[in-house]
């Protein structure tokens, strides 16, 4: 069975620093991936997602992922993060019809 | 464009107690989900339904969930009786496409359920 791996929990961030989001799934065929965001009390909202065709991938609010195919990653990265950036975000994998599985989440606070 | 609702949005109920959840997608989605998200975890899939139809309902604990999509629109999921590891978030989700391929997902508010 697919599983993801979001190996940060927590991340605190001042203002204008760059972030890195880590996610790494298992083994499989041809995925589909995605990162989802939800902003406190908000629902959870589609961030980005790929699916073939140019490996790194452009979504909302700047945010952009990279999937490197080796090594089963596809991390969320941000140049210059803002307070409004602070969010819980998600990272999904599907695998061809399979439902799709999301990692534990991580938390992201942005200090002013 | 509406999207999905989902109610209540809080309940306490104390366990072996019943409580029913309901949603109401986005009009004209064809694959309704419903997630449980326990505090601290990423959502997981509980039972999926395309038009009234069950998908995948591998992870639903059938002997105390239950859930139905009468007329392939809004859908209801029961626990009955509940416990205590039943405290979650249920997420209500629905997608355009009929096998829901592309992953993208409309998610509701959510119904964060207490059991005490």
């Known amino acids: 069975a697919q599983s993801v791996s979001q190996h940060n929990h927590h991340v605190i961030l001042s203002e204008a620093a760059s972030l890195e989001l880590g996610c790494n799934y298992s083994?499989?065929?041809?995925?589909?991936l995605f990162w989802y965001v939800q902003y406190p009390g908000q629902h959870l909202q589609l961030l980005l997602k790929y699916f073939s065709g140019d490996p790194l991938v452009k979504g909302i609010k700047g945010f952009e992922a990279e999937f490197i195919k080796s090594k089963f990653s596809f991390n969320l990265r941000k140049p210059s993060v803002q307070w409004s950036d602070t969010a819980e975000y998600f990272c999904a994998v599907k695998e061809g019809a399979q439902k799709l599985v999301f990692g534990q989440g991580t938390r992201l606070t942005i200090n002013p | 464009e509406a999207g999905v609702a989902q109610s209540p949005r809080y309940k306490i109920i104390e366990k072996r107690q019943s409580v029913a959840f309901w949603c109401n997608p986005i009009?004209?989605?064809?694959?309704l989900y419903w997630y449980q998200q326990i505090l601290g975890q990423g959502p997981k899939l509980l039972i999926q339904f395309q038009n009234n139809g069950v998908v995948d309902d591998s992870q639903l604990p059938k002997d105390r969930f239950s859930a139905e999509r009468l007329k392939g629109v809004d859908s209801t999921l029961k626990i009955q009786p509940a416990k205590l590891e039943d405290s979650a978030v249920y997420l209500c989700?629905?997608?355009?496409?009929?096998?829901?391929?592309?992953?993208?997902?409309?998610f509701g508010e959510g119904s964060r359920l207490t059991v005490l």
């Open positions: 989700a629905s997608s355009l496409e009929v096998s829901g391929n592309t992953g993208e997902l409309f």
């Open positions: 083994y499989g065929g041809t995925v589909n």
């Open positions: 009009s004209g989605h064809a694959t």
